[in-house]
């Protein structure tokens, strides 16, 4: 198993250049044209010199959006809050969907107590007359 792992890595290497170079637009490559970088994936990838130029030489690196590492980005553009329990609006609004829930669970159970009595009245009234 692990014998064929080496063939593996340099397999997904290829595949990874080749498709990457096909990928790229012909404005971001450099030193040969896109057909001469196929051309040099292709017969050198066997011995890794192929990818491995393609990949340190080929292709124009551009820096992450606003000149900063995405880790700095991150860590620059984090919000206050981070867990929804340490919001206190959100809190807030938990507070005031419980009060409204309290207010109709309370209106429910008044309501059951009327239906309750009168059915007990109906009943009382029912034994009485019958």
């Known amino acids: 198993m692990f014998r064929y792992l080496p063939f593996l890595l340099v397999l997904a290497l290829w595949i990874y250049a080749f498709i990457d170079c096909l990928n790229t637009p012909e404005e971001e490559i450099r030193g ?8 040099v994936i292709l017969l050198f990838g066997e011995v890794l010199v192929g990818p491995i130029a393609w990949l340190a030489a080929g292709k124009v690196r551009h820096a992450p959006a606003g000149g900063s590492t995405p880790s700095e980005w991150h860590r620059n553009h984090r919000s206050t809050w981070v867990a929804p329990d340490d919001d206190p609006e959100f809190l807030k609004s938990l507070k005031a969907e419980s009060r409204k829930d309290e207010a109709l669970l309370k209106d429910w159970e008044a309501d059951l107590r009327r239906r309750e009595e009168e059915l007990r009245r109906r009943e009382s009234g029912e034994e009485a007359g019958g």
């Open 32 to 39: 040969l044209p896109k057909v001469g970088w196929v051309l």
